[in-house]
Structure formats: structure tokens, C-alpha cells
């Protein structure tokens, strides 16, 4: 195998294996500010021990996340040098401001929310869970907004030519709110929100259906039931806004996301199928037209085919890029008519009484995680044959010293380690999860707290 | 190119010394966690052992924020010198961030299970993850210090296994003596009766092992490779540094001798800073020497980015810093004193 595929293996590998747990950090940040706030307000011991425990949980995935995180800043060093040359006036600058503003206030608190609860005060240590959940916001917001601004450059001009060419910066806020950043950093948002709401209502559904820690487990699955409802609607919004910027600025992804070929003809949208590449032909579920309509407005209007696109600058994968698009799709979907009906259910008081449901949601937990990975796969496959779009050829961007023996090397050295981290990270999750969030010596307070009024929460 | 200046330097040079700064402070900071991890196995007790990781336990994460940063203002104020680096670089740091991975889930998953067997595995992985990495970023600074052959587009045009060679090797097993010594240190002040006893002596051997190592070091480059001191030969006034880092040096056994441990480790991280200097001061306005081709070597120019990133730069580092003080300061004041293990402890 040739270098430039070893590294594309392995950037995809090491960010794909990444990418698990910074959307977890993010959306568990959420659900902790909400809890303990709810702990502030109320009192209610119950609210501290779903926070104590979230918190271990919290630090499991954090803890990962920085040691895999630290892996892709300098990745692009190692094995991606001509693209580090070509972009860090532009990419450098949001990394930067990530590492000052972002994750060192992440950092800097998160060892006061997990070690802080007996040297600080509540409203303190309050603050704190508060301060990693910006943090974590932040870190998403800049390297989004990196990520962004290689889908649709903005703020810059090249100078150089050939090998020694590079993008500089002209405007700072232009390269920062380029037109692609808003729209994929809510959706990036919303969807790690979901992937902390749905872990919280996998752990809690699991609890509830072996009757543990019910005092605890069905508040904390009422919270995230409604963070989820919330969120995943929401995210229909900005999914469909991310859409119809791909339709404007990327419209070779976007005839890739359906599979569509030929400018001339109005182009459908599909629900289910598969890209045929030799008859150059989605064929599969769909509906007619519904593509024209997403972007024109209207059913009959064509819309500009791959074909129109020189055999070097469109996808190469388009039956990939298709796939992971609608599997993207249909998760998201499934996500809202879970929340809609555990919702609907809470409403008629019956939220607990069907244990087919609760089961769907422990497993639940899967539908964000690949719905996250998806969406990546998406926006990144569907941006070939380039990594910055129009501008730098995925080809061009790799290290030139870097020989394919030593991306083996690494990529073998990743793999494994890899594994073994993810091994041991199911294991204490698992660990922790069994163990349950009942501290040795508070049984009564919790008890206490289930008998008070909490008409919110009330079953 | 037109040069925007600030207080008589240009901009350039002022990234240079942000970057010299958080390179310092990654050194100092987590130096003394990596140097707690590499002296892990001295201690015997499953106690003590334990209480040495909680001694670093809150911060060792904040501290290594400092090599994100460090990674980000190379990146973003001089690429090219990024991109040759860690391309170049491609082995040593492929082993550094295996270390780092390992170290930071061996401290994680340590305490998750009560087995001996269990904990006595994570030490060892946690000790020899905290080595490797401290023997190779030595060796990557050592190879940085002496130069590396570079190709007309600024690339590495050498052999990796060009990297061991006696002065990188040297200057790595001096690091790793120093972020010993400076771990020492810090855990004397966190920790009471018979382990406090131990981590004092413990911290005086390393004082030895550094001083050693140091020496040994210094006189190799004296004989063997001249020229990085010229700097200091046609610059007699800077003198005053190599003196300052000696006495400083010399500072630190006497402080621990007088139980003085807080100046002791203020005085070892002035050593890390002084030194660091040293080496700043050598290789400038070099990024990357090409002993060569020094045509093709990359400087703080021709690997910088344009001036107006430069000045966002200098900016967001003016903004950030101050905060990052701040709240580094916060964390460090809260957990304060001796180590006390609760519920929450690793």
C-alpha cells in the first residue's frame, strides 16, 4: 500500500478512535451542570450522588480523550508536514487559541471537580463543573471552525506556488466564521450532546430494569429523556442547514450524498440503496425529486450531477459517502422517535411500565456514537480528492520524509494500543456502572431525598 | 519583508519567547510529574505508591496542557519548523505519545481495582511510561540543539537512527535526571513520616545523579562540539547565566538539607528555566539548524508564519495567558499541603 492510504488509515483510524469521547465529555458536561444545579437549588441528596458518579464516569472519558486528543495535534505533524506547511497560518492560529483558551480551563478544573469535593464549597465546586463544560464547548468550537474552514476556505489568500505554496491569513473573523462554521459547529454540538444524553438514559435504563438505584436512576433518566427530546429535535434544524450549505459550497459532496449523476435530470433523495459506480445510478428508496426540492424548491428542477465534476475532483468513493450520510440520517431519525415516544409515554405516566423500551435505550447508547462517526465520514470522504476544498489535494499534503514502513510502524503500534484501551475502557465502565452511584454510608440520605416533593420528576 | 516591531524586538522574536515560555513551563510543570512517575518503582508500599499519585493527581492533566500549547504556538507561529520537526521526528515521538497514552491510563486505571497484582502491573507501566518519555523528548531536544540535516524544501533528508548519537543520548539521560531530581522534590512537600523521609533522600541521590550527568554532558559538548558555545564566547556578558544556573544548582542541596523544600523546588525549576535559556540562546534565531546545508536551516523567518497571524498570536497569547495563570494558580492553591486521600482519591 502506498503512503498517502497508510496515512489516510491512520488519521481515520486514530481520529475516528478519538472521536468517541470528546462528544461524551461534552454532552456528560451538560447533564453534570444540570444536575448539580438542580443539587444547588434543591438540596436533594439524590442529585449529588448522580453527580458524584457521573463525575468518576466524566474523568474515565476525559482521561482518554486527552491521551488520544494529544495523538491528532501532532499527528499532523508527523505524517500530514506539506499540509501542517500549507495551513498553519490559518489552522495554527484556532489550535492555539483551543490549547489557552479551551483545554487548559478544562483541565485546570477538572481536578477540582473530581478531587475538589471536600476542599472547596459547593457553589465552588459548582463553578468548576460549570468552567469543563465551557471548556469542552470551546475545544469544540475551534478546531470545528479549523475543520470548517478546510471544507469552505474563507479569509485568506495563497501565496507561494507549487511545493512551497500556502494559505495566509487576511482576515481573521472571515477565516473563523467562514460560511460552513456556524451551521457544523451546532450540529457538531448537538449531536455530542446527544451521545451524553443517551449514555446517561442507557445507564439509567439498565438500572431501572434490574430495579437498582431506582431513587436515583429514574430522575436522572427523566433529565437526559428531556436534554435528548430537546437536543435531537433540534438538530433536524441544523442538519437540514448543514445540508443546504454542503448544496451550496460542496456540490460534489453533495451529488456523492445521493448518489447522483446527471445534471440534467432532477434528483431524488433517498431513504435506503446503494450507488451503483459502473452504471453511474443510485438505485434503492427514495423519494422522487426530493433532492430539487432541498435545494431549489422545486421537485422537477435539476441539480448538478457528479458526471459534471472532472474524474479527479469528485469523491472516489461515492457509494461510501452515500452510506454513511443516510446511516447518519436514519440514526438521527431513530433517535427523535425514541425521545418523542419515551416523552409522549412520560406523559401518560407510564414511562417505566414498558420494559421493551428500556431495553431499546440500553442499547441505545450505540445510535449517537455512529451517527458521530457517520457524519465524519461524510463531510471528510465527501471533500476528497482534496483536504483543503478547491485548494490542496489530499495527495499533495503528506510528510515527504515519511516512509510507508514507518506509517506501518505507527499504525500497527495505534492498533494495538488502541484495542487494549478500549478493552480496559469498557471494563471500568462496566466496573463503575456495577458498582452504581450508592457511597457506602448514604443510603438513608438518599432515601430521604425520594421521599421529598419533587413534583417535576414526580413518576 | 516589513517588520512590525514591539519595545525594539520584532514580532518574530516575541513569538519566539512565547514559545521558549510554555516550552519552560511544560518543562517545569509537568517535569516534576514525569519525574515523580520515573522514580514510581524506588518507592516499595502499595501506601506510598498510592499516595505519590494522588500527590500529582489533580494537576499532572493541567500540566500537560502545556505541551498542547507548546504544540499549538509551534504550529501556528512557525509551521514549517512543526512540520520538519515531527516529521523528522516521526519514531521518537511516535514512542513519546505511546508513553503518553499509557502513562496517563496507567495513573487512571491504577486505582480501579483493589488486586495487588493489578496495581503492581500499572506502576510498572506508569514508571517505564514516565522513563520513555522523559528519555525522548532529551532526545529530541539533544538532536534539536545539535541540528539535523535538512533537504532545499526544509525537510529532514536523514537517517532516524541518526538521532541516538552520544551527545542526544547524554543530554536525554540528563533530563531524565532532572525531572528525577525536580520530582523528588516536589513530593517531599506533599508527603509525611517515613515517606517523607525516604522521598528526602531519595532527593538528594538524584541532586547527584543530575549534578553528574550534567557535568559529563557539558564536558562532551565543551570537547567534542565547540561551537554550540559560541554564543556565549562572543557574548561574555551572558555569562551571567551559565553563573546563575550553577549557583542555583548549588542552591538546591542546601535548601533540602535545611528542609527548606519549597525553595529547593523553586530553585529546580529556575534550573529547568536557566537552562532552557541556555539552550534558547544557542541555537537563535535558529528553529532547526542543517549542520549540512545551513542554507537550508529553518529560523525564526523563513518558518514563521505571516506577521498578521503572528500579531493574532501575540494576541490571544496576551488574552489567554493571564487566565491561564489565574486558574493554574486556583488549582494549585486548592490543593495545596499534604496529600489526603478520601473516597474520591485515585
Same mark, same amino acid.
Given at each position: 500500500?502506498?503512503?498517502?492510504?497508510?496515512?489516510?488509515?491512520?488519521?481515520?483510524?486514530?481520529?475516528?478512535?478519538?472521536?468517541?469521547?470528546?462528544?461524551?465529555?461534552?454532552?456528560?458536561?451538560?447533564?453534570?451542570? *444540570?444536575?448539580?444545579?438542580?443539587?444547588?437549588?434543591?438540596?436533594?441528596?439524590?442529585?449529588?450522588?448522580?453527580?458524584?458518579?457521573?463525575?468518576?464516569?466524566?474523568?474515565?472519558?476525559?482521561?482518554?480523550?486527552?491521551?488520544?486528543?494529544?495523538?491528532?495535534?501532532?499527528?499532523?505533524?508527523?505524517?500530514?508536514?506539506?499540509?501542517?506547511?500549507?495551513?498553519?497560518?490559518?489552522?495554527?492560529?484556532?489550535?492555539?487559541?483551543?490549547?489557552?483558551?479551551?483545554?487548559?480551563?478544562?483541565?485546570?478544573?477538572?481536578?477540582?471537580?473530581?478531587?475538589?469535593?471536600?476542599?472547596?464549597?459547593?457553589?465552588?465546586?459548582?463553578?468548576?463543573?460549570?468552567?469543563?463544560?465551557?471548556?469542552?464547548?470551546?475545544?469544540?468550537?475551534?478546531?470545528?471552525?479549523?475543520?470548517?474552514?478546510?471544507?469552505?476556505?474563507?479569509?485568506?489568500?495563497?501565496?507561494?506556488?507549487?511545493?512551497?505554496?500556502?494559505?495566509?491569513?487576511?482576515?481573521? /473573523?472571515?477565516?473563523?466564521?467562514?460560511?460552513?462554521?456556524?451551521?457544523?459547529?451546532?450540529?457538531?454540538?448537538?449531536?455530542?450532546?446527544?451521545?451524553?444524553?443517551?449514555?446517561?438514559?442507557?445507564?439509567?435504563?439498565?438500572?431501572?430494569?434490574?430495579?437498582?438505584?431506582?431513587?436515583?436512576?429514574?430522575?436522572?433518566?427523566?433529565?437526559?429523556?428531556?436534554?435528548?427530546?430537546?437536543?435531537?429535535?433540534?438538530?433536524?434544524?441544523?442538519?437540514?442547514?448543514?445540508?443546504?450549505?454542503?448544496?451550496?459550497?460542496?456540490?460534489?459532496?453533495?451529488?456523492?450524498?445521493?448518489?447522483?449523476?446527471?445534471?440534467?435530470?432532477?434528483?431524488?433523495?433517498?431513504?435506503?440503496?446503494?450507488?451503483?459506480? =459502473?452504471?453511474?445510478?443510485?438505485?434503492?428508496?427514495?423519494?422522487?425529486?426530493?433532492?430539487?426540492?432541498?435545494?431549489?424548491?422545486?421537485?422537477?428542477?435539476?441539480?448538478?450531477?457528479?458526471?459534471?465534476?472532472?474524474?479527479?475532483?469528485?469523491?472516489?468513493?461515492?457509494?461510501?459517502?452515500?452510506?454513511?450520510?443516510?446511516?447518519?440520517?436514519?440514526?438521527?431519525?431513530?433517535?427523535?422517535?425514541?425521545?418523542?415516544?419515551?416523552?409522549?409515554?412520560?406523559?401518560?405516566?407510564?414511562?417505566?411500565?414498558?420494559?421493551?423500551?428500556?431495553? &431499546?435505550?440500553?442499547?441505545?447508547?450505540?445510535?449517537?456514537?455512529?451517527?458521530?462517526?457517520?457524519?465524519?465520514?461524510?463531510?471528510?470522504?465527501?471533500?476528497?480528492?482534496? &483536504?483543503?476544498?478547491?485548494?490542496?489535494?489530499?495527495?499533495?499534503?503528506?510528510?515527504?520524509?515519511?516512509?510507508?514502513?514507518?506509517?506501518?510502524?505507527?499504525?500497527?503500534?495505534?492498533?494495538?494500543?488502541?484495542?487494549?484501551?478500549?478493552?480496559?475502557?469498557?471494563?471500568?465502565?462496566?466496573?463503575?456502572?456495577?458498582?452504581?452511584?450508592?457511597?457506602?454510608?448514604?443510603?438513608?440520605?438518599?432515601?430521604?431525598?425520594?421521599?421529598?416533593?419533587?413534583?417535576?420528576?414526580?413518576? | 519583508?516589513?517588520?512590525?516591531?514591539?519595545?525594539?524586538?520584532?514580532?518574530?522574536?516575541?513569538?519566539?519567547?512565547?514559545?521558549?515560555?510554555?516550552?519552560?513551563?511544560?518543562?517545569?510543570?509537568?517535569?516534576?510529574?514525569?519525574?515523580?512517575?520515573?522514580? !514510581?518503582?524506588?518507592?516499595?508500599?502499595?501506601?506510598?505508591?498510592?499516595?505519590?499519585?494522588?500527590?500529582?493527581?489533580?494537576?499532572?492533566?493541567?500540566?500537560?496542557?502545556?505541551?498542547?500549547?507548546?504544540?499549538?504556538?509551534?504550529?501556528?507561529?512557525?509551521?514549517?519548523?512543526?512540520?520538519?520537526?515531527?516529521?523528522?521526528?516521526?519514531?521518537?515521538?511516535?514512542?513519546?505519545?505511546?508513553?503518553?497514552?499509557?502513562?496517563?491510563?496507567? *495513573?487512571?486505571?491504577?486505582?480501579?481495582?483493589?488486586?495487588? /497484582?493489578?496495581?503492581?502491573?500499572?506502576?510498572?507501566?506508569?514508571?517505564?511510561?514516565?522513563?520513555?518519555?522523559?528519555?525522548?523528548?532529551?532526545?529530541?531536544?539533544?538532536?534539536?540543539?545539535?541540528?539535523?540535516?535538512?533537504?532545499?524544501?526544509?525537510?529532514?533528508?536523514?537517517?532516524?537512527?541518526?538521532?541516538?548519537?552520544?551527545?542526544?543520548?547524554?543530554?536525554?539521560?540528563?533530563?531524565?535526571?532532572?525531572?528525577?531530581?525536580?520530582?523528588?522534590?516536589?513530593?517531599?512537600? =506533599?508527603?509525611?513520616?517515613?515517606?517523607?523521609?525516604?522521598?528526602?533522600?531519595?532527593?538528594?541521590?538524584?541532586?547527584?545523579?543530575?549534578?553528574?550527568?550534567?557535568?559529563?554532558?557539558?564536558?562532551?559538548?565543551?570537547?567534542?562540539?565547540? !561551537?554550540?558555545?559560541?554564543?556565549?564566547?562572543? !557574548?561574555?556578558?551572558?555569562?551571567?547565566?551559565?553563573?546563575?544556573?550553577?549557583?542555583?544548582?548549588?542552591? *538546591?542541596?542546601?535548601?533540602? =538539607?535545611?528542609?527548606?523544600?519549597?525553595?529547593?523546588?523553586?530553585?529546580?525549576?529556575?534550573?529547568?528555566?536557566?537552562?532552557?535559556?541556555?539552550?534558547?540562546?544557542?541555537?537563535?534565531?535558529?528553529?532547526?539548524?542543517?549542520?549540512?546545508?545551513?542554507?537550508?536551516?529553518?529560523?525564526?523567518?523563513?518558518?514563521?508564519?505571516?506577521?498578521?497571524?503572528?500579531?493574532?498570536?501575540?494576541?490571544?497569547?496576551?488574552?489567554?495567558?493571564?487566565?491561564?495563570?489565574?486558574?493554574?494558580?486556583?488549582?494549585?492553591?486548592?490543593?495545596?499541603?499534604?496529600?489526603?486521600?478520601?473516597?474520591?482519591?485515585?
Amino acid at each position: 500500500m502506498d503512503v498517502e492510504i497508510l496515512a489516510r488509515i491512520q488519521f481515520a483510524f486514530t481520529i475516528g478512535f478519538h472521536y468517541i469521547y470528546p462528544p461524551l465529555s461534552i454532552g456528560l458536561g451538560l447533564i453534570l451542570v *444540570i444536575m448539580e444545579g438542580m443539587y444547588l437549588r434543591t438540596g436533594n441528596k439524590i442529585y449529588e450522588q448522580a453527580v458524584r458518579f457521573w463525575i468518576r464516569i466524566f474523568a474515565l472519558i476525559f482521561g482518554i480523550g486527552v491521551a488520544t486528543g494529544i495523538i491528532m495535534e501532532f499527528e499532523f505533524g508527523t505524517n500530514w508536514a506539506t499540509y501542517s506547511k500549507y495551513v498553519g497560518d490559518i489552522f495554527g492560529s484556532a489550535l492555539a487559541a483551543e490549547g489557552i483558551f479551551a483545554f487548559a480551563l478544562e483541565s485546570g478544573f477538572l481536578g477540582i471537580l473530581i478531587f475538589g469535593w471536600n476542599r472547596v464549597g459547593p457553589r465552588v465546586h459548582f463553578f468548576s463543573t460549570v468552567m469543563v463544560f465551557f471548556g469542552s464547548l470551546f475545544s469544540a468550537v475551534w478546531i470545528v471552525v479549523a475543520n470548517s474552514w478546510q471544507q469552505t476556505p474563507a479569509g485568506f489568500h495563497i501565496v507561494g506556488q507549487g511545493m512551497n505554496a500556502r494559505a495566509e491569513i487576511t482576515d481573521f /473573523w472571515a477565516m473563523v466564521f467562514n460560511p460552513s462554521s456556524v451551521d457544523r459547529l451546532l450540529h457538531v454540538w448537538i449531536a455530542a450532546i446527544l451521545a451524553g444524553a443517551f449514555l446517561v438514559l442507557s445507564v439509567n435504563a439498565w438500572y431501572i430494569l434490574h430495579k437498582k438505584h431506582l431513587e436515583i436512576a429514574r430522575p436522572s433518566f427523566k433529565i437526559a429523556l428531556t436534554v435528548a427530546l430537546i437536543f435531537s429535535l433540534l438538530q433536524l434544524f441544523t442538519g437540514s442547514r448543514s445540508a443546504d450549505g454542503v448544496a451550496k459550497y460542496q456540490p460534489a459532496k453533495l451529488a456523492a450524498m445521493e448518489g447522483h449523476y446527471d445534471s440534467s435530470a432532477r434528483a431524488d433523495m433517498f431513504l435506503l440503496g446503494y450507488v451503483n459506480k =459502473k452504471k453511474e445510478k443510485a438505485v434503492g428508496l427514495s423519494i422522487p425529486g426530493g433532492l430539487s426540492f432541498l435545494v431549489h424548491g422545486h421537485f422537477d428542477a435539476p441539480v448538478r450531477g457528479l458526471r459534471s465534476f472532472r474524474a479527479d475532483e469528485r469523491p472516489s468513493q461515492v457509494n461510501a459517502v452515500f452510506q454513511f450520510y443516510h446511516i447518519m440520517i436514519i440514526v438521527g431519525m431513530a433517535m427523535i422517535a425514541l425521545s418523542i415516544y419515551g416523552s409522549w409515554l412520560w406523559w401518560r405516566k407510564k414511562l417505566f411500565d414498558k420494559k421493551w423500551l428500556l431495553h &431499546v435505550f440500553v442499547w441505545g447508547v450505540v445510535l449517537p456514537q455512529i451517527g458521530n462517526q457517520a457524519g465524519w465520514f461524510t463531510a471528510e470522504m465527501g471533500r476528497q480528492p482534496w &483536504v483543503v476544498y478547491g485548494l490542496l489535494r489530499t495527495s499533495d499534503a503528506l510528510s515527504k520524509t515519511v516512509t510507508a514502513n514507518q506509517i506501518i510502524f505507527s499504525l500497527i503500534l495505534f492498533t494495538i494500543v488502541y484495542i487494549v484501551l478500549f478493552i480496559l475502557f469498557i471494563f471500568l465502565l462496566n466496573r463503575k456502572i456495577q458498582h452504581g452511584p450508592v457511597d457506602h454510608g448514604t443510603k438513608e440520605e438518599i432515601e430521604e431525598g425520594a421521599r421529598r416533593d419533587n413534583p417535576m420528576l414526580e413518576h | 519583508m516589513n517588520m512590525q516591531t514591539f519595545l525594539g524586538m520584532d514580532y518574530n522574536v516575541w513569538w519566539f519567547l512565547v514559545f521558549g515560555g510554555v516550552i519552560s513551563g511544560y518543562a517545569i510543570l509537568d517535569g516534576f510529574d514525569l519525574g515523580a512517575g520515573s522514580l !514510581h518503582l524506588f518507592l516499595n508500599k502499595e501506601q506510598s505508591r498510592r499516595i505519590a499519585i494522588n500527590a500529582i493527581g489533580p494537576i499532572w492533566d493541567g500540566n500537560e496542557v502545556w505541551l498542547v500549547i507548546g504544540g499549538g504556538a509551534l504550529f501556528a507561529g512557525f509551521p514549517v519548523a512543526y512540520a520538519a520537526i515531527f516529521s523528522a521526528f516521526y519514531v521518537p515521538f511516535m514512542i513519546f505519545m505511546v508513553g503518553l497514552i499509557f502513562r496517563g491510563v496507567a *495513573i487512571e486505571f491504577r486505582s480501579k481495582e483493589p488486586m495487588l /497484582w493489578w496495581r503492581k502491573s500499572w506502576d510498572i507501566v506508569y514508571c517505564v511510561a514516565s522513563i520513555l518519555i522523559s528519555l525522548s523528548l532529551g532526545l529530541m531536544l539533544g538532536n534539536v540543539v545539535e541540528g539535523i540535516p535538512l533537504n532545499a524544501n526544509r525537510e529532514f533528508a536523514g537517517d532516524w537512527l541518526s538521532f541516538f548519537n552520544p551527545f542526544a543520548i547524554l543530554v536525554a539521560i540528563t533530563t531524565l535526571a532532572l525531572f528525577m531530581m525536580h520530582g523528588a522534590i516536589y513530593l517531599t512537600m =506533599k508527603t509525611e513520616n517515613r515517606l517523607f523521609v525516604k522521598l528526602h533522600l531519595l532527593a538528594n541521590n538524584f541532586t547527584i545523579f543530575f549534578v553528574v550527568s550534567f557535568v559529563i554532558t557539558t564536558l562532551y559538548t565543551l570537547l567534542y562540539i565547540p !561551537h554550540l558555545s559560541d554564543f556565549f564566547r562572543s !557574548h561574555p556578558g551572558y555569562f551571567t547565566i551559565p553563573l546563575l544556573m550553577t549557583l542555583s544548582i548549588a542552591n *538546591i542541596p542546601r535548601q533540602v =538539607k535545611k528542609g527548606k523544600y519549597r525553595y529547593a523546588f523553586l530553585s529546580s525549576a529556575a534550573t529547568i528555566a536557566l537552562l532552557l535559556i541556555m539552550v534558547a540562546l544557542e541555537v537563535f534565531p535558529f528553529l532547526l539548524y542543517s549542520p549540512v546545508n545551513p542554507a537550508n536551516s529553518i529560523t525564526i523567518y523563513n518558518g514563521a508564519s505571516s506577521a498578521r497571524t503572528i500579531k493574532i498570536l501575540l494576541i490571544i497569547a496576551l488574552i489567554g495567558t493571564p487566565l491561564v495563570g489565574l486558574y493554574t494558580s486556583f488549582v494549585f492553591w486548592t490543593f495545596k499541603g499534604k496529600v489526603r486521600l478520601d473516597e474520591m482519591s485515585y
